[in-house]
């Protein structure tokens, strides 16, 4: 069986000290390296606030784990990750089924070509750390917008234009709600014994 290309994203508690997080990171990267695993990248996206809450916590600490293996490695730390007290949750994608060493070295070596860092105004560019871009000086790339400038008839008779009306939907009629007899209270199958 070829080794696949896993990517696993680790939401933990919020509640856990530099320590235990420094502690469950190379717990996460000794049970992979014990399973012969190999780890591409590992991401610390840092203390998050959450869409909703996970186990009555409004904010938790994301860990990205990028790692080629084999499908036992990948059950193995799922496994570990069911016991464990600080995971919240987990989730587990398979990026490529066939993920030879060769493919991994170019990856490798991608990943050491490319910047790590995301430029703030432009996720999708990156930017160096040692030199990072410097919003005051640097140009920007959008263009300003236009500015009315009236015409000289206008200018003369001192009107402005009323601007333009958009033509709203006519609004259909709502059918009318089907009648609802009034709420009775169910009646027994046994005769009322005042009667």
Same mark, same amino acid.
């Given at each position: ?22 502690t ?11 399973q012969?695993a ?14 909703? %809450? ?13 790692? @080629? ?41 991608k990943?050491?070509?490319?910047? @790590?860092?995301?430029? %703030? ?21 959008f263009?300003?917008? %236009? ?16 601007? @333009? ?15 609802? %007899? ?14």
């Amino acid at each position: 069986m070829h080794p696949r290309r896993y990517e696993t994203l680790i939401l933990l508690s919020p509640n856990m000290t530099p320590v235990q997080l420094e502690t469950f990171k190379v717990k996460v990267e000794q049970i992979l390296e014990s399973q012969g695993a190999k780890v591409l990248r590992t991401e610390d996206w840092g203390r998050k606030t959450l869409a909703y %809450p996970v186990h009555k916590e409004l904010h938790g600490q994301y860990l990205l784990y990028d790692f @080629q293996a084999e499908p036992k490695a990948e059950s193995e730390l799922k496994r570990n990750l069911k016991i464990d007290e600080f995971v919240f949750k987990h989730l587990t994608l398979v990026l490529d089924t066939k993920f030879t060493d060769e493919k991994f070295q170019e990856e490798k070596a991608k990943l050491a070509a490319k910047p @790590q860092k995301k430029d %703030p105004q432009d996720p999708s560019k990156s930017y160096d750390e040692d030199n990072p871009p410097n919003f005051a000086t640097d140009s920007n790339d959008f263009e300003e917008a %236009p500015v009315y400038e009236p015409t000289t008839e206008e200018e003369e008779e001192g009107v402005k234009p009323e601007p @333009q009306k958009t033509q709203e939907p006519q609004k259909t009629q709502k059918a009318p709600r089907p009648h609802k %007899p009034p709420y009775r209270p169910h009646r027994s199958s046994k005769p009322n014994p005042a009667k």
